[in-house]
């Protein structure tokens, strides 16, 4: 069989037709994205999706529940320890997610093909997310204490609650470090399993697993007093540490924060990004 | 420019890359045909930097693609229009865009202007639109940034015969402002409206590159012999272009005659020759899709 010649048909007569983009006056760039750029797109994208938007709904809807609930029963007279606590810890158990998804919504949306192609120092990006949750993490913080105290001035004034304003400095930064710490163990793990629901059910599940672990295995129970984050971590709340205490506070956020981090960023680094 | 030199890639037992060498040149459109599963998204993820290297090397601009600053603006991807956050609007990802790359934010209305989306669809969330909408999404992501290489993995699916003409239109353009553009596609009248030079890979490996002209006249000569690399050393010095046969020998862009007096004073032994024009692109790329068609069938 003999093919006929062909010749190319290409379309160049309708060049003229085609409407081209600007092109973009002056040098292209010759240095790298700046660090604060990437940090800003990151704080972005936690918050433009409707899962992140709906995350927050959802820490301000527990709030404010928890807040009606304080003033209206036995006449708002809660101390303003108690108000911190209302706005504190709807955060400190919800934000995590806000972490996790940061990293895991990378993967199962694909969008770290986009992502790692526009910026393909892929470290730089994982720590911009470390930076832009703990951003999220201190504005969160920052809001919950003027909430609480707005409150329990609100309390004061309207419904004649004797004020009580005494609170000692380690349990703001206990309640400070609850959510931040959350954050970025919540960023750890999706790092390290960069799968939403795996890395949700893990974080949650962590603290019950040590306590039934630690009620059936006393060998458990040992370990959960350096390892366990929540037992780790409520000293703080509490007033002073032993040097003991903060070594076990160390140990733990070792071991379910900043190793998970490491761990994961090594990966990420290496990973064949599908 | 893009460079791709001996690059391999395994995957277990499987060879995704088998020494690919190509370029792509600025101011020309390079087409990369293949049957699916030969290998050039591979290709393209490797040059991106997105997929590790097994052995050989890839540069972009004369830079791996990761030593280049601020990639977006230098290089247009699109290697999967669905790899975009379903909860996100059109805008919204341009702009995300539009901040990393630090270019005008009214570019983004720009873009979106370009490729057809309207204010109406851009603002709707990426997870209600059609397959073409997606593309046309990418493309404007790819533009955004002003780069001067493109790299387009199956850019024509799911538009419609009209958006494939536009894009044609557009990437001839881009290529005639000196651009550089990759794209690739398991058409072959596709690729063959469009590009001025044709890298055909099968099976992980490049089995014919060209000029569009070249390849579709499908003449010359073929001719295998024990020691190709010696007869194409020969033929070379004598002025005559070769290029590789899928089923392994030589193309020679000359006549049979020629090529054999070329053997015989090269001294190499011939084992076929033939008149090449019964053996055009077409049918060689029959040939390549034939075997992943009927597995495609089976399967």
Known sequence: ?274 | MITVDHLTKRYGAFTALDDVSFVARPGRVTGFLGPNGAGKTTAMRVVAGLTPAGGGSATVLGRPYAALPNPGRHVGLLLDASAQHAGRTGREVLTLGAVLTGVDRRRVGAMLDLVGLSEKEANRRVRNYSLGMRQRLGIAHALLADPEVLILDEPANGLDPAGIRWMRDLLRGFAARGGTVLLSSHLLNEIERVADDIIVIGNGKVVAHGTTEELLAGSGTVVRSTDDRALEGALRAGGVSTTGVATGGLLAETDPETVGRVALAAGVVLRELRSGDERGLEEMFLDLTAASAREEVAA
Not at chain 1, 6 to 25: G, S, Y
Not at chain 1, 260 to 272: D, F, K, Q, S, Y
């Open chain 1, 1 to 274: 069989m003999s093919t006929t010649t062909r010749t190319a048909v290409r379309d160049d007569a309708a060049l003229q037709h085609a409407r081209m983009p600007e092109p973009i006056p002056g040098e292209r760039p010759t240095r790298g994205i700046p660090f604060g750029r990437l940090v800003t797109v990151e704080l972005r994208k936690m918050l433009d999706t409707r899962a992140g938007r709906w995350l927050l709904i959802a820490v301000g809807v527990v709030i404010a529940a928890a807040l009606t609930i304080l003033f209206v029963q036995g006449g708002g007279d809660h101390p303003f320890g108690d108000y911190l606590q209302a706005t504190t810890m709807p955060m400190a158990i919800l934000l995590p997610v806000v972490g996790i998804m940061a990293v895991t919504s990378e993967w199962s949306q694909r969008t770290a093909l986009v992502t790692f192609t526009l910026e393909a120092r892929r470290t730089r990006v994982a720590w911009a997310k470390v930076v832009a949750a703990l951003a999220v993490g201190v504005v969160a913080v920052v809001f919950s204490f003027a909430l609480a105290a707005a409150a329990h001035a609100a309390a004061i004034g309207l419904r004649g609650a004797e004020g009580d304003w005494t609170f000692t400095w380690t349990a703001l930064l206990g309640a400070a470090g609850y959510v931040l710490l959350g954050l970025l163990q919540g960023l750890g793990f999706g790092m390290l399993l960069r799968n939403t629901p795996a890395a949700i059910v893990l974080y949650y599940v962590l603290p019950t697993g040590w306590s039934i672990l630690g009620s059936l295995w006393s060998q458990a129970e040992k370990a959960g007093e350096w390892l366990d984050l929540n037992r780790t971590m409520n000293p703080l709340f509490l007033g002073e540490l032993t040097g003991q205490q903060w070594a076990q506070l160390g140990t733990s956020v070792a071991v379910w924060v900043a190793l998970p981090l490491a761990v994961g960023m090594w990966w990420i680094t290496r990973a064949e990004v599908k």
